[in-house]
């Protein structure tokens, strides 16, 4: 932990701000771009997997609908996409209830594997729907009609756009930890039987937790809508969007601040490298290196990087402590 | 009567686990609830702390039928409960352990990490505030179990096995623990295995064998109860202890 953590803050930021600017050309502009948008589903996913320590792999679902809203939107009615970010947000939400409330009464592996179930079928229900356009999917509006459609030929302006929600998604993560609710929800995740014990409300406070990561994924989907201007079932709704959260997250360091950023950061630029490098091959590539850092990990370092990184720290601090403890033996020890 | 369970009857599929018990408690008592091994002293327990739902009878608290609410409800209400085996937060704080506690009155983070702190005064824990949980052992578990425990602020605290596992010296610190909660006004069940812990800090003692209360009294009268040596130690026991 450093000691001023304002100047951490400040420094982090200072760099994601600069990032860009200094790395300027498509390839790097894209590659900032899709970080931060993933950091946003991540750390949107973190919020009930992390925290609250219930494992959704059907995530898919909520980014999926955010995803689609907007290009529905378009195709519909020609209406900018924009007006589909916050209806994308309410169906998510309205899902996140129906799905929740049956799939909570099972815990650990079961509610995963029930998760990876409605997300299958949500995206098999969706590949043989003519009205979203089936497996082919949906389209944006090609050139922009007004700044409303939020069509830009460089990846900058989404870089900046998705920073900012990436900014309010961990400050109100970060207001969360500090609250009864955050308090409440990594209770639920260290023991339910004895949060309950205590009066925390177990069910009810998933089910918001759940409600809350839902609309920040569909956020995310909706971002990821409006910079691509495409989407259909395999890159919205598919498993590997729900697989890519959890790693991210996992990776880093789940149920932690920064640990999905730290994440994104690593793995998508790794991803996209086994991509340009293999093509076509790549996404199969994907699963074998998801499989991989999920096996590493639940074997080695459940906690993630962050967790690894402060064990490290406080060994140092130790260390040094004892070091200072040699040196000034003579004051110290009679204090 | 501040807590009063009427008949309550556990049935797991065609094995009845509590066969019939009542229990009084008066405000500002402590009563023991003994048995030996499978008397159903736990399921009874887990009954009056809403943890299971009895398939007869009736729980009331305060006049109010509190049979069926949730483990939660009752922690809202002023029933407090602890585990046999202490189920501590293990990757958060003890501080955080026990401010999940007070939050139940305390909505407020600061107010909230206040009353733990004061909780962790009282109960001896202070000092490793700002220790992982896992890093304590069984008497440190079993205690801040019970610290987390009065930060929900209770009226009633059922104590189950809050001793088993903990040596001489650590029950002696256990039960200097349990007279000051009581002595702060707060009413005590406590379920113990060790009969002669039990004996010296309960007024009144409840005995349940074979899921039925077989006795019920004052320790001295406890001891001296047939019934109860014969539960206990077998038939050819209670017959010498009666020979005069």
Same mark, same amino acid.
């Given at each position: 932990m450093p000691r001023k953590p304002i100047i951490g803050w400040l420094a982090l930021a200072a760099v994601l701000i600069v990032f860009p600017l200094v790395f300027t050309g498509a390839y790097y502009e894209q590659l900032a771009a899709f970080v931060i948008l993933s950091a946003i589903s991540a750390s949107a996913w973190n919020l009930v997997g992390g925290y609250a320590g219930q494992v959704s792999v059907g995530h898919a679902v909520f980014f999926g609908v955010g995803a689609y809203m907007p290009l529905l939107f378009y195709k519909l009615w020609e209406a900018s996409p924009l007006l589909g970010f916050p209806a994308g947000i309410v169906v998510s939400v309205l899902i996140a209830i129906v799905i929740g409330v049956p799939t909570f009464r099972l815990s650990g592996h079961y509610f995963s594997m029930a998760t990876i179930a409605v997300a299958e079928l949500i995206r098999i229900l969706v590949s043989d729907w003519d009205f979203l356009g089936g497996a082919i999917g949906l389209m944006g509006p090609?050139?922009?009609? &007004?700044?409303?459609? =939020?069509?830009?030929? /460089? /990846?900058v302006p989404y870089y900046y756009i998705f920073l900012a929600v990436l900014a309010v998604l961990l400050y109100i993560t970060h207001r969360m930890e500090r609250s009864r609710f955050g308090y409440y929800l990594r209770a639920i995740r260290a023991g339910e039987r004895a949060a309950r014990s205590l009066g925390v409300p177990v069910s009810r406070y998933k089910l918001y937790a759940l409600m809350l990561s839902a609309g920040f994924t569909s956020l995310a989907g909706s971002l990821y809508a409006v910079k691509f201007g495409f989407v259909d079932p395999g890159s919205a709704l598919g498993i590997l969007v729900s697989v890519q959260m959890v790693v991210m997250a996992a990776l880093g360091g789940? &149920?932690? =601040?920064l640990g999905p950023l730290l994440g994104a950061v690593i793995l998508v630029p790794l991803q996209t490298t086994t991509n340009t490098f293999f093509g076509g091959a790549g996404t199969g590539l994907a699963f074998i290196l998801y499989g991989g850092i999920i096996m590493l990990l639940s074997r080695f370092e459940p906690g993630g990087l962050l967790e690894l990184w402060e064990r490290f720290q406080a060994r140092r601090e130790a260390r040094t402590a004892r070091g200072r403890a040699l040196l000034g033996a003579g004051e110290d020890h009679a204090a | 009567m501040l807590l009063r369970a009427e008949s309550i009857r556990m049935a797991f599929g065609g094995f009845l686990a509590v066969a019939d018990a009542g229990l009084e408690v008066a405000e500002g008592e402590i009563v023991g609830l003994i048995g030996p091994n499978g008397a159903g002293k736990t399921t009874f327990f887990n009954c009056l702390a809403g943890d299971l739902k009895p398939s007869g009878g009736r729980v009331l608290f305060d006049g109010a039928d509190i049979t069926l609410a949730s483990p939660e409800a009752h922690a809202a209400l002023g029933i407090a409960r602890t585990f046999q085996v202490p189920a501590t937060f293990d990757e958060m704080t003890i501080l955080e352990n026990v401010m999940v506690g007070a939050f139940l009155r305390h909505p407020r983070e600061k107010e909230a990490r206040e009353a733990a702190r004061r909780t962790l005064a009282l109960t001896g824990l202070e000092r490793l505030a700002e220790h992982k949980a896992k890093s304590l052992g069984t008497p440190g578990r079993k205690r801040l179990g019970i610290a987390r425990v009065m930060a929900t602020e209770p009226r009633l605290v059922l104590l189950d096995e809050a001793l088993a596992g903990l040596n001489p010296a650590e029950i002696q610190q256990a039960i200097e623990l349990v007279r000051m909660i009581h002595r702060s006004g707060v009413t005590l069940v406590i379920v113990e295995h060790i009969m002669e812990v039990v004996l010296t800090l309960a007024e009144r003692i409840v005995v349940l064998n074979q899921g039925r209360v077989i006795a019920e009294g004052r320790p001295k009268e406890i001891v001296n109860d047939p019934a109860v040596i014969d539960a206990y130690l077998g038939r050819s026991h209670a017959r010498r202890a009666h020979q005069p």
């Open positions: 090609a050139t922009p009609r &007004g700044w409303w459609d =939020l069509v830009y030929r /460089s /990846s789940a &149920g932690r =601040l | -």
